[in-house]
């Protein structure tokens, strides 16, 4: 049996059920500013995962480096969700 697959699936699973509340957390603190960390590690996690060779820890890299780029879109998705007050706004946080 190979389970590759399934320890993939679980691994994406868990990495996009983590940058859910992180997206979360820094827009409530941070806003929109830190983006540009979001862009650094898609980039660096992208990139390494086309230097290891070993499969899974390729797809978990590449899987991170998406969900990073991803989670840009979802910071300023995030700032709009605030500003409809479907999540609660920072009152410590200037805007």
Not at 11 to 30: A, C, D, Q, R, S
Not at 55 to 70: I, N, P, Q, R, T
């Amino acid at each position: 049996m190979h389970f590759t697959g399934i320890l993939i699936a679980i691994g994406t699973f868990l990495i996009i059920g983590i940058f859910h509340p992180i997206v979360i957390k820094t827009e409530y603190y941070f806003g929109t500013r830190p983006w540009w960390l979001f862009l650094a590690g898609g980039i660096v996690s992208i990139v390494a995962a086309l230097f290891v060779e070993d499969v899974m820890l390729s797809a978990f890299l590449g899987v991170l480096g998406a969900s990073f780029l991803w989670s840009i879109g979802e910071l300023f998705e995030q700032k709009k969700r605030v500003e409809k007050g479907w999540f609660p706004r920072n009152p410590k946080k200037n805007r």
